[in-house]
């Protein structure tokens, strides 16, 4: 089997939305054949090339928008056949066939045939999968066992990571737990809709908290540099809980948080029906533990649960699940995380920004296209951009502010937005007035402040503040630097020949339920208006109307966790043992794909106590 790569064909123009990846496989082979002929007239003893072609499967899929033409870049597995009349030729010879008329290709890996061969294994870390439910399992360093004669696995959070090690400990034969202070995602939707159109806040169900985590309302995106083999059993679980199957393929697969709902309630049904136990509505307030500082129980705002094993996948945004860790003793550290804006601009502008091809009738549709920049000299950068979608509620708590963004499938809503964003780390801190920011958990003090900050400049009522972009920079110069200084002239922003008041290119705030006209500047400390600011005057040189083109809205912290809950190489934490942070919340991972992934290797971890 060879691998072929870097293989590019003129996007589909006259029907873009091909039906399923078998008809996009045949797309690829009969392109692949025509190019092959081209560059390659002559036979390999009268036998064609399609000949030896058994089999070919995509496993990648981009979109390349630098040239005037825009192109799909595939990575395609292709099997060989030389059997029979075929016999006596070997992969090496197709090899440098094909590497003569600048194709690339080499022979598959292992693991590569397994994506072609639809393997998926969750065979991690040599822990041997058991489908025999009715075990009484033993497990190492423990001899005690609940009252049904088994260790019990409790999972706390229904994000990410806490359904994903439910899913892996169900595949190894163990029936978890799992509690999740948030209601189930068809009564958290009507409790998000009552925000963004009432003001309505529930403290407990709301776009973070409740089934599926805060990864529910933030658009679906499932990207991740991550090179690990849950990868790829994490995106085919998604498919068969009902993902399009051309998540498999995207180079920046994105499901859409109307189809994740239905996804959600499917995997629920999953683990309902393979023996777990899913409580709702349910808070973690506190665990007790033996003089060995080990976990007997878990203590929740109902009862009390036995338990040797809590998988703490409880997101970043729990508040309280830090100080009740705190007030446990349980070793927390500072962890760099960013904050700052979403910055909106109509999605025609943005498409038409980023899009280098022609903008005929007849060229390639696509619903929102994507972005990601950043500034090597300010530091600013964006984050979670979501394309033909909106800025949304992201707060944790009552009375203060964050926002987010979302895109829903289709990704054709008006305007596009992303965060735009400055590093915040201990030394920064460091130098601020209020020095209480540097004591253990310090970065949560902070991230508080600013939010607190923010709800009150939006007026109260979860309104948001918000500013057009070149008044923002213009607030951040005039403060800090004189314009000279900056070597930028923020004024022509405000020239009708420039675009900022061609109204139909400035976008309106797309956040509900309201917005107030504030100075941003006001919010952050200067560390951050600077990185900020300068990021933005630096992305205006390279890409003209991107900032006199746009709308703030404030304020951004939800971008990673500000905490890391220390654990050693066995993902257990160093202060208490069965005690297992994971996923966004436990300071490790970030994102959907991530989190999940550090939720199964923490169940992993549980598992092999068991054999």
């Given amino acids: 089997m060879i691998l072929i790569y870097d293989f590019k064909i003129p996007a589909e123009t006259k029907n873009p939305k091909i039906a399923g990846l078998e008809k996009e496989e045949e797309i690829f082979r009969d392109y692949f054949l025509k190019y092959f002929n081209e560059k390659f007239s002559e036979k390999i003893n009268d036998i064609n090339i399609k000949d030896f072609i058994s089999k070919i499967k995509i496993i990648k899929k981009s979109l390349d928008f630098r040239q005037k033409e825009p192109k799909n870049v595939y990575k395609v597995l292709v099997k060989l056949d030389f059997s029979g009349k075929f016999s006596g ?60 004669g088994k260790p019990a696995v409790l999972i706390t959070g229904m994000g990410p990571a806490g359904i994903f090690a439910a899913v892996y400990l169900l595949k190894q034969g163990i ?50 540099r991550k090179n690990d083999a849950a990868v790829s059993f994490v995106l ?19 499901v859409g948080s109307d189809i994740l709902i239905d996804i959600l309630k499917n995997t629920r049904n999953y683990l309902i029906n393979g023996g777990a136990e899913v409580f709702f509505e349910e808070e ?40 009740m860790l705190k007030n446990k003793k349980v070793f927390l550290e500072n962890k760099p995380f960013a904050v700052g804006f979403r910055i909106e601009h109509k999605r025609e502008f943005i498409d038409s920004l980023f899009f280098k091809g022609g903008r005929e009738e007849n060229d390639l549709k696509f619903s929102g296209v994507y972005y990601n ?24 708590g009552e009375n203060i502010l964050s926002v987010n963004g979302m895109s829903y499938s289709n990704r054709d809503m008006e305007n596009s937005n992303s ?3 400055a590093a915040v780390r201990a030394d920064t801190i460091a130098l601020l007035e209020k020095n ?35 008044e923002y920079i213009a607030d ?54 600077r990185s900020i600011a300068g990021s933005l005057m630096e992305f205006e040189k390279k890409y003209k109307g991107f900032v006199s083109n746009s709308v703030l809205t404030a304020i951004e912290t939800g971008t990673s966790s500000a905490v890391r809950i220390k654990r050693g190489n066995d993902y257990e934490s160093i202060s208490v043992k069965g005690l297992y942070p994971c996923g966004e919340g436990s300071g490790y991972s970030g994102g959907i794909i991530t989190s999940a992934i550090d939720g199964i290797k923490c169940a992993s971890a549980v598992a092999e106590k068991f054999f």
């Fill in 89 to 148: 030729k070997d992969e090496d010879e197709i090899i440098n066939i094909l590497d003569g008329i600048d194709i690339k290709a080499r022979k598959a890996k292992d693991e590569e045939e397994k994506l072609f061969y639809g393997e998926n294994s969750l065979d991690f870390d040599n822990v041997k999968q058991n489908k025999d439910s009715g075990k009484t399992y033993q497990y190492k360093n423990k001899t005690k066992k609940n009252n049904s």
């Fill in 236 to 254: 085919n679980f998604l498919v068969k809980m009902g993902a399009d199957k051309k998540i498999l393929v995207e180079h920046k697969p994105h």
């Fill in 373 to 396: 920049i950043s500034s090597k000299q300010y530091g600013g950068y964006s984050f979670c951009m979501c394309p033909g979608g909106v800025v949304i509620n992201s707060s944790s």
């Fill in 436 to 470: 209480e920011y540097c004591l253990d958990g310090g970065f949560l003090s902070f991230r508080k402040d600013l939010e607190i900050k923010a709800f009150n400049a939006g007026g109260g009522g979860y309104g948001a503040p918000y500013q057009y972009t070149p």
């Fill in 476 to 529: 951040v110069i005039g403060k800090t630097k004189t314009e000279t200084e900056t070597g930028f002239n923020f004024n022509s922003f405000f020239k009708s020949d420039n675009g900022f008041k061609r109204k139909n290119q400035i976008p309106n705030p797309s956040y509900k339920p309201s917005v107030k006209y504030f100075n941003l500047f006001e919010l952050v400390p200067d560390f951050i208006n």
């Fill in 175 to 224: 029936k978890p737990v799992l509690i999740e202070k948030g209601k189930c995602v068809e009564e958290r939707i009507k409790d998000v809709d009552a925000l963004m159109n009432k003001g309505k806040f529930s403290k407990k169900s709301n776009v973070v908290f409740g089934e599926g985590g805060a990864g529910t309302f933030s658009d679906g995106k499932l990207t991740t």
């Fill in 419 to 421: 965060a735009i964003v």
């Fill in 284 to 323: 973690l307030k506190d665990f007790e533990t033996d003089d060995k500082s080990s976990i007997v129980c878990a203590v929740t705002d109902k009862r009390k649960i036995p338990a040797d094993f809590l998988i703490l996948a409880s997101g970043s945004n729990s508040l309280g699940t830090y100080e």
